[in-house]
């Protein structure tokens, strides 16, 4: 069985925009949370910054993403008989 070698960037692009934007509002939700729970405000960040911590959410969710559809592949394959 050859193992293909996946690029999380490419992951992205092959989805649909739908997706894809469900994924970016889920970051942006994330990012709040972690401002507040560390007692910081959007505010105190600048623009730079902020869209720094949004796309390491994102790229976190997209990895989570993958590594899910990559296991269920796999189960899938050993499940059928």
């Given at each position: 069985?050859?193992?293909?070698?996946?690029?999380?960037?490419?992951?992205?692009?092959?989805?649909?925009?739908?997706?894809?934007?469900?994924?970016?509002?889920?970051?942006?939700?994330?990012?709040?949370n972690s401002l507040i729970?560390?007692?910081?405000?959007?505010?105190?960040?600048?623009?730079?910054?902020?869209?720094?911590?949004?796309?390491?959410?994102?790229?976190?969710?997209?990895?989570?993403?993958?590594?899910?559809?990559?296991?269920?592949?796999?189960?899938?394959?050993?499940?059928?008989?």
């Amino acid at each position: 069985m050859k193992i293909i070698n996946f690029d999380l960037e490419d992951y992205i692009q092959s989805k649909t925009l739908k997706l894809r934007q469900k994924v970016r509002n889920r970051a942006f939700k994330r990012a709040e949370n972690s401002l507040i729970r560390y007692g910081r405000l959007q505010t105190d960040l600048t623009h730079d910054e902020w869209e720094g911590l949004v796309y390491e959410e994102e790229k976190e969710i997209w990895s989570k993403y993958k590594k899910g559809s990559i296991v269920a592949i796999i189960s899938l394959a050993f499940w059928i008989p």
